[in-house]
Nanobody
């Protein structure tokens, strides 16, 4: 059983940056593909970014490509999401998620964190 805890959310002005972190415990972190998702009020949870088990491949939603960067530190059991040039439409609860081995770009992940709120003011 893998436990995931996100942190780093907050209130930021448009154009600002936040670095989200997700700390994992209870499993072999280096064997899990990791993803970031977000859910705005009244909307479905959507894919944001994902990273392969060794960090060699990263995947992004078109809406965040060029602004967000996903990375991982397997020695520290942590995955990060650097968010730059934030826009009001990026406002959402951001979740990290884990699944064994293979990256997918859907919500088909086995383990989820509780989420961290990101609010971008205009």
């Amino acid at each position: 059983q893998v436990q995931l805890v996100e942190s780093g959310g907050g209130l930021v002005q448009a154009g600002g940056s936040l670095r989200l972190s997700c700390a994992a415990s209870g499993g072999t972190f280096s064997s899990y593909a990791m993803g970031w998702f977000r859910q705005a009020p009244g909307k479905e949870r959507e894919f944001v970014a994902a990273i392969s088990v060794n960090g060699g491949r990263m995947y992004y939603a078109d809406s965040v490509k060029g602004r967000f960067t996903i990375s991982r530190d397997n020695a520290k059991n942590t995955v990060f999401l650097q968010t730059n040039s934030l826009k009001p439409e990026d406002t959402a609860v951001y979740y990290c998620a884990a699944r064994p081995s293979v990256v997918v770009l859907t919500t088909r992940y086995d383990y989820w964190g509780q989420g961290t709120q990101v609010t971008v003011s205009s």
